[in-house]
């Protein structure tokens, strides 16, 4: 290995993880045969997240399995999820599993590069020069989107589609542009860029995200078709049973959305990320019971972040409600405390102090009512909006209750819970109120529809 | 059977893990004290292939069998080809050269290619005098991936007759054959003469 990659590999800080002490030795071995000086260990999951929070490393060689049920994909989805991880980071997954390739077929986030054991420090130097080469070229577009500019982010994508730089990456480019486009907020553009790399070879990750583009369009029949055939070819692509669950979220079809995704919930451990979609289909499917022992395992068990969210919290609270038990609602939303509330968004202070008057109705009524303004203007959530419109009608102020569906109505956000409010309504006997708020907003739209 | 193949993989996936475990111990021992020791470090690797390759073999028998496609760099997929055997090369005295159109990349299985690639050219070294030849051509029917070498050539240069012989060329006949483009399938042919005057072992891939 030459002097000037001996260089260039000593300025960059690695981190190792694995279980197994060995193999740790092994890869600290080859990082440092490359000429890396700066070499940090981790044994697992969670300490791997507490040093990456620390101190952003350069490469990251992980290994796939790191015991305790949890994996080095998990691991990665977890870091780019939540962000913790720059996508000018080099994420290598190293495995002496052949079959390894059929398992980065079939996930939406992939590392950069894997490599299968036994490999010489020559051929990891290989694949890591080509890795860090092709973050180097894609620099410009990783700022880009980090700051959401995506403008300059598609000059990017369609100066380089011809360049000669961008030769290597002509592919990469295709799927980049894909996804911006469906980051942007263009889900025509994303499907039209799916179908072309879809005219190549029909890769799942590209049928899925040809299925969510669908989605994006309110297409949900023909994403479902399509996420469906993506499950039946491609049973381990996990992904694709979260996009179906979604997608049967938005076409009102609960029971169908709960079962697909607590089926693949089972089979995937301690994906919380997932536990925390089940808990979300189960309540709109009615099962409160499946949706407060979700919620209990993840308060409980997803402790990579520290404290538990707001969010989570109140889901727990909800879950509680649903299931009829109002005393543990009642300690759940005690948990949240005033200095978290604090930092929280405004949906979250909403729901709060919505759920709070649905506890005890007396003693949050004034300061519910001083929200009445801010409720209208928000532009709240639909979740938020539902907690609200559920506080308004135990609280007898009906005509809050109607406001806020109305305007739930004029958004496409109605869909995903259309039945949980109607069912609100029909709790208070006003079956009546909620079928004219129905009837307003089919006539809007028919007014607003271009004539043809 | 899946019982079956699961022991199997996992047996060979904890021997490969030891094995990672000696080569890096020799690459310490090799960084530490000044040693060269690539023929022990190819001897492990080889090893290892040859177990990968034995349950590749079984999968495919079985019918179990898949690829996983993506689009692959075939410059590096060469460039990579010969890094595994460069010293190999080097210790027997052979030259081995790499020829590949700049920038081209095709849909293929990068890792069995890469082992089908890797077994080609060590059967190469066997019987080579001076220099082998990796190189790739495309045109619009397909990719045609070629290892050339200047020994005595096949004793039988028929496809059927030699992956009788050995897990190897089965291997890399059924990979090919898994490779498909439309009604198109890939295929393996050897023959004798090529650029060097031996053994010529020519993979297509639409």
Same mark, same amino acid.
């Given at each position: 290995m030459n002097d000037r990659s001996q260089e260039l590999y000593r300025n960059l800080k690695f981190l190792v993880i694995d279980d197994q002490p060995n193999a740790r030795q092994s890869l600290r071995i080859c990082a440092q045969t490359m000429g890396a000086f700066a070499v940090e260990f981790s044994s697992g999951y969670q300490d791997a997240i507490v040093r990456i929070r620390r101190s952003t490393p350069d490469v990251i060689l992980c290994d796939y399995l790191l015991g305790n049920d949890r994996s080095g994909q998990q691991l990665l989805e977890e870091l780019r999820r939540y962000e &913790?991880?720059?996508?000018?980071t080099v994420f290598m997954m190293v495995t002496?599993?052949? %079959?390894y390739e059929q398992v980065v077929a079939a996930v939406? &986030?992939?590392?950069d590069d894997y490599i299968i054991k036994p490999f010489s420090p020559d051929r990891l130097k290989f694949r890591l020069d080509r890795a860090l080469q092709r973050k180097r070229f894609f620099r410009p577009l990783y700022q880009a989107k980090r700051n959401a500019d995506f403008d300059s982010a598609e000059r990017f994508v369609a100066a380089h589609r011809n360049s000669e730089a961008g030769q290597p990456y002509r592919f990469e480019l295709l799927r980049q542009n894909a996804e911006l486009q469906l980051a942007k907020g263009d889900p025509v553009a994303a499907q039209t860029a799916f179908d072309e790399i879809l005219g190549l070879h029909p890769f799942p990750w590209a049928r899925a995200g040809k299925a969510k583009s669908l989605q994006r369009q309110n297409r949900f029949q023909e994403a479902r078709t399509i996420v469906e055939e993506v499950i039946e070819s %491609?049973?381990?692509?996990?992904d694709a049973f979260d996009l179906k669950t979604r997608i049967c979220m938005d076409m009102g079809d609960y029971e169908e959305a709960q079962r697909t995704v607590q089926d693949i919930s089972a089979r995937t451990g301690r994906n919380y990320v997932r536990k925390r979609l089940l808990a979300d289909a189960a309540l709109l499917n009615g099962d409160a019971e499946t949706a407060r022992s979700t919620m209990e395992d993840v308060l409980q068990n997803d402790i990579v972040h520290g404290e538990p969210s707001i969010s989570d919290r109140l889901m727990l609270v909800r879950s509680h409600l649903d299931s009829g038990d109002s005393f543990a609602a009642e300690l759940a939303l005690r948990k949240i405390s005033a200095q978290s509330l604090e930092t929280a968004t405004l949906d979250e202070k909403t729901s709060h102090l919505a759920l709070r008057a649905i506890l005890s109705p007396d003693e949050a009524r004034a300061r519910f009512g001083a929200l009445r303004q801010s409720i209208e203007t928000a532009g709240l959530g639909a979740t938020a909006q539902v907690d609200v419109i559920r506080a308004a009608l135990i609280l007898d102020e009906q005509e809050l209750a109607t406001r806020v569906t109305a305007a739930l109505f004029s958004s496409?956000?109605? *869909? *995903?819970?259309f039945k949980q409010v109607r069912t609100l309504f029909e709790s208070h006997g006003l079956e009546s109120v909620f079928r004219d708020l129905q009837k307003q907003a089919a006539l809007q739209k028919i007014r607003q529809a271009p004539r043809s | 059977m899946h019982r079956i193949l699961d022991i199997l993989s996992s047996g060979i996936h904890d021997a490969k893990n030891q094995l990672f475990l000696a080569e890096s111990l020799i690459a310490q021992a090799e960084a530490e004290?000044? &040693?060269? &020791?690539d023929e022990a470090r190819f001897a492990i690797e080889h090893a290892a292939s040859r177990l990968s390759r034995l349950l590749t073999a079984y999968k495919l028998q079985r019918k179990v069998g898949s690829l996983s496609i993506d689009m692959v760099s075939v410059p590096d997929l060469l460039e990579e080809a010969a890094l595994i055997s460069a010293s190999h090369c080097t210790h027997l005295g052979l030259r081995l050269n790499t020829e590949s159109p700049q920038g081209l990349g095709w849909l293929l299985d990068r890792e069995l290619l890469l082992d089908i690639l890797t077994n080609a050219i060590q059967n190469a070294c066997r019987y080579a005098r001076s220099q082998i030849t990796l190189s790739a051509t495309a045109d619009e029917k397909g990719l045609t991936l070629k290892v050339e070498d200047d020994?005595?050539?096949? %004793?039988?240069?028929?496809v059927e007759t030699m992956t009788g012989n050995g897990v190897g060329l089965f291997v890399a006949a059924e990979i090919a054959r898994m490779h498909k483009s439309g009604a198109r399938h890939g295929k393996l042919a050897l023959a004798n003469g090529g650029r060097h005057g031996g053994a010529v072992f020519e993979l297509f891939l639409p």
């Amino acid at each position: 290995m030459n002097d000037r990659s001996q260089e260039l590999y000593r300025n960059l800080k690695f981190l190792v993880i694995d279980d197994q002490p060995n193999a740790r030795q092994s890869l600290r071995i080859c990082a440092q045969t490359m000429g890396a000086f700066a070499v940090e260990f981790s044994s697992g999951y969670q300490d791997a997240i507490v040093r990456i929070r620390r101190s952003t490393p350069d490469v990251i060689l992980c290994d796939y399995l790191l015991g305790n049920d949890r994996s080095g994909q998990q691991l990665l989805e977890e870091l780019r999820r939540y962000e &913790l991880l720059p996508d000018e980071t080099v994420f290598m997954m190293v495995t002496a599993e052949q %079959s390894y390739e059929q398992v980065v077929a079939a996930v939406e &986030l992939v590392p950069d590069d894997y490599i299968i054991k036994p490999f010489s420090p020559d051929r990891l130097k290989f694949r890591l020069d080509r890795a860090l080469q092709r973050k180097r070229f894609f620099r410009p577009l990783y700022q880009a989107k980090r700051n959401a500019d995506f403008d300059s982010a598609e000059r990017f994508v369609a100066a380089h589609r011809n360049s000669e730089a961008g030769q290597p990456y002509r592919f990469e480019l295709l799927r980049q542009n894909a996804e911006l486009q469906l980051a942007k907020g263009d889900p025509v553009a994303a499907q039209t860029a799916f179908d072309e790399i879809l005219g190549l070879h029909p890769f799942p990750w590209a049928r899925a995200g040809k299925a969510k583009s669908l989605q994006r369009q309110n297409r949900f029949q023909e994403a479902r078709t399509i996420v469906e055939e993506v499950i039946e070819s %491609s049973p381990m692509y996990f992904d694709a049973f979260d996009l179906k669950t979604r997608i049967c979220m938005d076409m009102g079809d609960y029971e169908e959305a709960q079962r697909t995704v607590q089926d693949i919930s089972a089979r995937t451990g301690r994906n919380y990320v997932r536990k925390r979609l089940l808990a979300d289909a189960a309540l709109l499917n009615g099962d409160a019971e499946t949706a407060r022992s979700t919620m209990e395992d993840v308060l409980q068990n997803d402790i990579v972040h520290g404290e538990p969210s707001i969010s989570d919290r109140l889901m727990l609270v909800r879950s509680h409600l649903d299931s009829g038990d109002s005393f543990a609602a009642e300690l759940a939303l005690r948990k949240i405390s005033a200095q978290s509330l604090e930092t929280a968004t405004l949906d979250e202070k909403t729901s709060h102090l919505a759920l709070r008057a649905i506890l005890s109705p007396d003693e949050a009524r004034a300061r519910f009512g001083a929200l009445r303004q801010s409720i209208e203007t928000a532009g709240l959530g639909a979740t938020a909006q539902v907690d609200v419109i559920r506080a308004a009608l135990i609280l007898d102020e009906q005509e809050l209750a109607t406001r806020v569906t109305a305007a739930l109505f004029s958004s496409d956000e109605i *869909r *995903r819970v259309f039945k949980q409010v109607r069912t609100l309504f029909e709790s208070h006997g006003l079956e009546s109120v909620f079928r004219d708020l129905q009837k307003q907003a089919a006539l809007q739209k028919i007014r607003q529809a271009p004539r043809s | 059977m899946h019982r079956i193949l699961d022991i199997l993989s996992s047996g060979i996936h904890d021997a490969k893990n030891q094995l990672f475990l000696a080569e890096s111990l020799i690459a310490q021992a090799e960084a530490e004290h000044g &040693l060269k &020791l690539d023929e022990a470090r190819f001897a492990i690797e080889h090893a290892a292939s040859r177990l990968s390759r034995l349950l590749t073999a079984y999968k495919l028998q079985r019918k179990v069998g898949s690829l996983s496609i993506d689009m692959v760099s075939v410059p590096d997929l060469l460039e990579e080809a010969a890094l595994i055997s460069a010293s190999h090369c080097t210790h027997l005295g052979l030259r081995l050269n790499t020829e590949s159109p700049q920038g081209l990349g095709w849909l293929l299985d990068r890792e069995l290619l890469l082992d089908i690639l890797t077994n080609a050219i060590q059967n190469a070294c066997r019987y080579a005098r001076s220099q082998i030849t990796l190189s790739a051509t495309a045109d619009e029917k397909g990719l045609t991936l070629k290892v050339e070498d200047d020994g005595p050539g096949y %004793s039988e240069p028929d496809v059927e007759t030699m992956t009788g012989n050995g897990v190897g060329l089965f291997v890399a006949a059924e990979i090919a054959r898994m490779h498909k483009s439309g009604a198109r399938h890939g295929k393996l042919a050897l023959a004798n003469g090529g650029r060097h005057g031996g053994a010529v072992f020519e993979l297509f891939l639409p």
